[in-house]
């Protein structure tokens, strides 16, 4: 049973930075391909990014695209997100998530495990 837990949210100013982290345990973390998901009031949970077992493939949702970085450090067990010219729209709670295919999707229901989620508020 993977257990994950998300860190790193908080208030920024648009334009500003955040890098979240999504620390795993229980399992043997580079077994699973990870993703990063968000959801702001009112809205269905989408898909940010989503890497890799061994980081050999990465997908980003357009929005997104040239702001945010995903990686990983399977020694530490953990998973970032390196946030860039955050925007307004961007303010949501940001979910980590993994399962054990061996391919990336940036779908909710093809992951099994979830974090609790990390408030993200750009405003100025």
């Known amino acids: 049973q993977l257990q994950l837990v998300e860190s790193g949210g908080g208030l920024v100013q648009p334009g500003g930075s955040l890098r979240l982290s999504c620390v795993a345990s229980g399992s043997a973390f580079d077994y699973y391909t990870i993703g990063w998901f968000r959801q702001a009031p009112g809205k269905e949970r989408e898909g940010v990014s989503c890497i890799s077992r061994r980081a050999v493939t990465t997908d980003y949702t357009d929005s997104i695209k040239g702001r945010f970085t995903i990686s990983r450090d399977n020694a530490k067990n953990t998973l970032y997100l390196q946030m860039n010219s955050l925007e307004p729209e961007d303010t949501a709670v940001y979910f980590c998530?993994?399962?054990?295919?061996?391919?990336?999707?940036?779908?909710?229901?093809?992951?099994?495990?979830w974090g609790q989620g990390t408030q993200v508020t750009v405003s100025s």
């Open positions: 998530a993994a399962d054990t295919r061996p391919w990336c999707s940036n779908s909710p229901g093809a992951y099994v495990y």
